[in-house]
C-alpha cells in the first residue's frame, strides 16, 4: 500500500469549508481550515465542542450529510478527496484512511459478533475469505491487548466493558492497514484509568505500523507529549497551530493559553483554583464578523471586533520585537500577549 | 429457556380459559341453548303436558316420541338442567379429551368443521403475510434510504391510502378488475390441488396484505431511520461499507423490532379469518363459518373456533418473542 508520493505531505487540507443548510439558514461550522499532515506524524486538533474540529474530521472521512456544503481542497498521498468520494470510490475510506469515534458503547453494531464487525472491512476491500478475515481479526484483537481473543471473536459487544469495546473499535479501524488513523476523541467516554492504556495503545500502534494519526480532544493535556503538531480550533477556524513544544513553550493565542489554564497541573500548589473560561463557545451562526473568542477574551481590543484576524506565522523574538519568523508556528491574534504565555491582564 | 417455556404454557392455558370462559358465558346468556337444539318445542310446557293439562304440541316428532321425550334428552345431553358454571366445566372436560362437541345445527362434529374450514383461512393469511412484508421491507428500505424525498413523501402518501380504504373497498376494486373486466382470475374458490388453491388467493391475499403492508412499511421505515441515526451507522460508513451494505447488513435487523411485533399480532387477527374477504372471494374459510355459527347461536362451533384463533394468537407471539432473541442477542441474556 507503500504508493506515497515522493516529497510532500501525506495529507494536506487547503481552505476546508464546511456550511449546513439548516431551517434557520446556512450554518458556517468549518471556515478556512488548513494544515499539512506528514507521513508518519501526530497531529493534535484540539478545542471545545463547536469548535469544528469533528465536522473536520467528519469531511476527511466523507461522513457528511447530503445537506453539508464543502469547499477547499483535501488531498491525501496525493489524491484529490473529494474527487474520490463524487466518484463513489469503495476502497479507500476504510483502507487507507479509517477513524475511532468518541463512544465505543455506541460506535460498535449491538446485534453482530465482534469477531464479523472487524473481519466485515478484510473481506469487503481485500476479498479475504471468512477464514482467512476471522484469522486476522484474531490477530488484531490479540494486539490492541484484549484477553481471551479467540472467545471475544464470538461474543456480542453489550458482553465486553468500554475500555475492551473501545479497543474493538481501534482493531476494527486498523483491519486494513490504514496510513492514517482518526481518533475523535478515543478516551471521552471512558474511565480516568482506561483513558490513558488506550492513547498509549494507539500510541504504541502508529509507531510500529508507521502509520499517521489525527488525534482530536479538547484537552490540551492529551495533545502533549503524543501530538507532534497541535492545531487549536475555536468557532470553525484555526486559532494557533504550531509544533507541539512550540506550542506549549510559547504560546500565543489567549485562547490556547486559556484552555491550558482549565487543566489541572501536577506541578501546582496544591488546592490551585482552575480558571474556567468564562461564557460559552459561539454558536456557528454567529461566526464571520470578528475574532471569534473576542466575546470571551481578556486582551480583547476594538480592533478584534473589525474583522477575522488571519493566521499568521508568530515572531520568533519576544512580543513586537522584529526579528525572524517561525515558518511552523501561526497564530490568529491581532494582540501581542507576550510569548511566555503570562500576557497583561 | 425451560422456565420461559413453561411460563408460555401457562400464559396458554390462562388465555383459553378466559376466552372460552367469557364466550361460553356470553352465549349461554344471550342465546337460549334448548331452543338452539330442539328448535320450537322447546316452548312447550312439559310440566302442564305431564299433568294432562295439554297436550303435546305436535306429536309428530321422528320415531313417535312426544315432544317432551326429545325435550328431556336434549337437556340430558347437553347438561342443560345443571348450573352454567358446571356446564363449562363439562365442555371444558371434552375439550381436554379432544373433543371440540358437535354442530347443533347438522350434527357435524366440529372438530371436522374447523379442519375443514381453518387450511384454507390459515393458506389465506400467509398468502397475504407473504404478499404484506414481502412488499414492506424493500419498500421501506428505499424510502428510508432516501428519507423526505419525492419516493419517500410519495411512498407516505400511498400508505395512508392503503391503510385508509376499508377492505371490502379495496376487495371489490380488485375482484371487479381482475375477475371481472380483464378476467385474469375465476370468481370461484377453486380447491382442486394446491396450485389452484394459492391462485385462488392471490386476490385476497392482496386485499389483506396490501393494507398490512402499508401499516410494516410505516413501522420499519421509521425504525430505519432511528436506526440510521446510531453511531455504530457512522462506524460502518467509516469503515468504507457502501450505504446499500450498511442498509442491509448493520440497519434492517436491529430495525426490525416493531415488524414483528405488529406481525404476529395481525397474523393472529388473520387467523380468525377475515369475513369480508372470504365473503367477496367467496372463500369458505374460518371467518365465514364463525360468522354464520354465530348468527344461528351455533355454540359447539363459535367456542370451537374460538380455541382455536385464542391458541394461534398464543403460540404465534410465543414465535415473535423467539424471533425477538433472534435478532438482537442483548435480549437473550435478560431472558
Known amino acids: ?345 | 429457556m425451560v422456565g420461559f417455556v413453561v411460563r408460555r404454557v401457562a400464559a396458554l392455558v390462562a388465555v383459553l380459559l378466559a376466552v372460552t370462559g367469557l364466550a361460553f358465558g356470553a352465549m349461554n346468556v344471550l342465546g337460549d341453548p334448548l331452543f338452539n337444539v330442539v328448535g320450537f318445542i322447546a316452548s312447550v310446557d312439559c310440566d302442564a303436558v305431564a299433568a294432562g293439562e295439554v297436550d303435546d304440541i305436535s306429536g309428530q316428532t321422528a320415531g313417535g316420541r312426544g315432544d317432551c321425550e326429545v325435550i328431556a334428552e336434549a337437556r340430558r345431553e347437553h347438561h342443560l338442567d345443571r348450573a352454567l358454571p358446571i356446564r363449562y366445566g363439562y365442555w371444558l372436560g371434552d375439550i381436554v379429551r379432544g373433543d371440540l362437541g358437535t354442530s347443533f345445527k347438522n350434527e357435524m362434529p366440529v372438530r371436522e368443521v374447523i379442519g375443514e374450514k381453518l387450511p384454507k383461512s390459515v393458506l389465506l393469511m400467509v398468502v397475504a403475510q407473504v404478499i404484506a412484508v414481502g412488499l414492506a421491507v424493500p419498500w421501506a428500505v428505499a424510502a428510508a434510504y432516501r428519507a423526505h424525498r419525492p419516493f419517500d413523501r410519495a411512498s407516505t402518501v400511498g400508505t395512508f391510502g392503503l391503510v385508509a380504504i376499508p377492505s371490502f373497498a379495496l376487495g371489490v376494486i380488485l375482484f371487479y378488475l381482475f375477475v371481472v373486466r380483464w378476467q385474469i382470475f375465476s370468481s370461484r374458490y377453486d380447491d382442486t390441488d394446491l396450485w389452484s388453491r394459492l391462485r385462488s388467493m392471490v386476490l385476497p391475499g392482496l386485499t389483506l396484505g396490501l393494507p398490512a403492508a402499508a401499516v410494516y412499511m410505516r413501522l420499519l421505515r421509521t425504525d430505519l431511520l432511528t436506526t440510521l441515526q446510531e453511531d455504530f451507522v457512522l462506524m460502518a460508513r467509516a469503515k468504507g461499507m457502501s450505504d446499500q451494505w450498511v442498509m442491509f447488513r448493520h440497519v434492517l435487523r436491529p430495525s426490525l423490532f416493531s415488524l414483528v411485533t405488529v406481525f404476529g399480532l395481525s397474523t393472529a387477527g388473520m387467523i380468525g379469518g377475515s369475513l369480508v374477504v372470504e365473503q367477496i372471494f367467496s372463500i369458505p374459510g374460518l371467518g365465514r363459518a364463525l360468522v354464520e355459527a354465530v348468527i344461528r347461536d351455533d355454540f359447539p362451533i363459535v367456542l370451537g373456533g374460538v380455541v382455536v384463533v385464542a391458541t394461534g394468537f398464543v403460540v404465534v407471539n410465543f414465535a415473535v418473542d423467539l424471533l425477538y432473541t433472534l435478532i438482537d442477542p442483548r435480549v437473550r441474556a435478560d431472558g
Open chain 1, 1 to 345: 500500500m507503500s504508493t506515497a508520493s515522493a516529497a510532500g505531505p501525506l495529507l494536506s487540507v487547503q481552505d476546508l469549508g464546511v456550511t449546513f443548510g439548516t431551517a434557520d439558514g446556512p450554518v458556517r461550522a468549518v471556515d478556512g481550515v488548513s494544515f499539512d499532515l506528514t507521513e508518519g506524524r501526530t497531529l493534535g486538533i484540539v478545542g471545545e465542542s463547536g469548535s469544528g474540529k469533528s465536522v473536520t474530521a467528519k469531511a476527511l472521512m466523507n461522513l457528511l450529510p447530503s445537506y453539508a456544503e464543502v469547499e477547499g481542497s483535501i488531498t491525501f498521498g496525493g489524491r484529490d478527496l473529494r474527487a474520490l468520494a463524487a466518484a463513489r470510490e469503495r476502497h479507500f475510506w476504510g483502507v487507507e484512511l479509517t477513524m475511532v469515534f468518541q463512544d465505543p458503547m455506541t460506535s460498535l453494531n449491538p446485534v453482530k459478533r465482534i469477531g464479523e464487525q472487524i473481519a466485515e472491512c478484510l473481506r469487503v476491500h481485500l476479498g479475504r475469505s471468512r477464514k482467512v478475515a476471522t484469522a486476522e481479526a484474531l490477530d488484531l484483537l490479540e494486539r490492541v491487548g484484549i484477553p481471551e481473543p479467540r472467545k471475544r471473536l464470538r461474543q456480542y459487544p453489550h458482553e465486553l466493558s468500554g475500555g475492551l469495546r473501545q479497543r474493538v473499535v481501534i482493531a476494527m479501524a486498523l483491519a486494513c492497514g490504514p496510513r492514517l488513523l482518526i481518533a475523535d476523541e478515543p478516551t471521552t467516554a471512558l474511565d480516568v484509568t482506561v483513558q490513558k492504556h488506550i492513547l498509549d495503545l494507539l500510541d504504541d500502534l502508529r509507531r510500529e505500523r508507521a502509520m499517521s494519526m489525527i488525534l482530536i480532544t479538547h484537552d490540551l493535556g492529551v495533545v502533549k507529549g503524543r501530538a507532534d503538531d497541535v492545531m487549536v480550533m475555536y468557532g470553525g477556524r484555526t486559532m494557533e497551530s504550531a509544533e507541539t513544544p512550540t506550542l506549549f513553550g510559547r504560546m500565543h493565542h489567549p485562547y490556547t493559553r486559556a484552555l491550558l489554564e482549565t487543566i489541572p497541573r501536577i506541578d501546582a500548589p496544591a488546592h490551585t483554583r482552575l480558571v474556567p473560561i468564562p461564557g460559552r463557545p459561539p454558536s456557528p451562526a454567529e461566526v464571520g464578523r470578528s475574532c471569534p473568542f473576542a466575546a470571551r477574551c481578556r486582551h480583547r481590543i476594538d480592533d478584534c471586533l473589525d474583522g477575522v484576524p488571519p493566521l499568521v506565522p508568530v515572531p520568533v523574538g519576544a512580543a513586537g520585537a522584529e526579528g525572524a519568523e517561525d515558518a511552523s508556528h501561526h497564530s490568529a491574534c491581532i494582540v501581542s500577549v507576550g510569548s511566555d504565555g503570562r500576557g497583561d491582564s
